[in-house]
T-cell receptor, first 113, second 116 residues
Framework: GAGVSQSPSNKVTEKGKDVELRCDPISGHTALYWYRQSLGQGLEFLIYFQGNSAPDKSGLPSDRFSAERTGGSVSTLTIQRTQQEDSAVYLC???????????FGPGTRLTVL | AQKITQTQPGMFVQEKEAVTLDCTYDTSDPSYGLFWYKQPSSGEMIFLIYQGSYDQQNATEGRYSLNFQKARKSANLVISASQLGDSAMYFCAMRVSNFGNEKLTFGTGTRLTIIP
């Protein structure tokens, strides 16, 4: 079946602009995660959704970052007023249930000029 | 706090040889899961193998096996008969339940290069 998909695959933006990153999880997966991978910080957790609720937003680095999930499916990660330090690969993962294996999408490479 | 340590930033291995990638972890929680993911140059994280803290036997998946030594808090990945396509970054990760949030904590990774 189809895996996790993310769009766009690459995004180049100017400092100060807003960006939206999209994640389509595997059909039927109730849990959805966003991670960020950067050279300096490695792989770090951002936010977790169970259904449409986000019980843990502890990894979001600032209030410029927000995320939502609708219909228990698609999720959007929004970064407002982007900064150069936001440049990274943003990875989305989903799992059938919170205690199941997480399967990752191909990621969105964000470059802030 | 949970921590994963991978001490080998890079490894070079001859094709067809076996390779062991090291991973140690730290947690005070008795229930946890350990994962290995492969990240080729394309960037996608590919799930390889899982070991639960209460599993009695070491996990195996094809050419991959996990050498789980609970008392030493280590979960090394063993790849048998390495192939050129095994060249990639390998990440060890741990999942500890946190109010239902089963987030993964990752190590810094090991870059494996298979030499023909």
């Amino acid at each position: 079946g189809a895996g996790v998909s993310q769009s766009p695959s690459n995004k180049v933006t100017e400092k100060g602009k807003d960006v939206e990153l999209r994640c389509d999880p595997i059909s039927g997966h109730t849990a959805l995660y966003w991670y960020r991978q950067s050279l300096g910080q490695g792989l770090e957790f951002l936010i977790y959704f169970q259904g449409n609720s986000a019980p843990d937003k502890s990894g979001l680095p600032s209030d410029r970052f927000s995320a939502e999930r609708t219909g228990g499916s698609v999720s959007t990660l929004t970064i407002q007023r982007t900064q150069q330090e936001d440049s990274a690969v943003y990875l989305c993962a989903s799992s059938l249930a919170p205690d199941n294996t997480q399967y990752f999408g191909p990621g969105t490479r964000l470059t802030v000029l | 706090a949970q921590k994963i340590t991978q001490t080998q930033p890079g490894m070079f291995v001859q094709e067809k040889e076996a390779v062991t990638l090291d991973c140690t972890y730290d947690t005070s929680d008795p229930s946890y899961g350990l994962f290995w993911y492969k990240q080729p140059s394309s960037g996608e994280m590919i799930f390889l193998i899982y070991q639960g803290s209460y599993d009695q036997q070491n996990a195996t998946e094809g050419r991959y096996s996990l050498n789980f030594q609970k008392a030493r808090k280590s979960a090394n990945l063993v790849i048998s008969a390495s192939q050129l396509g095994d060249s990639a970054m390998y990440f060890c990760a741990m999942r500890v339940s946190n109010f239902g949030n089963e987030k993964l904590t990752f190590g810094t990774g090991t870059r494996l290069t298979i030499i023909p």
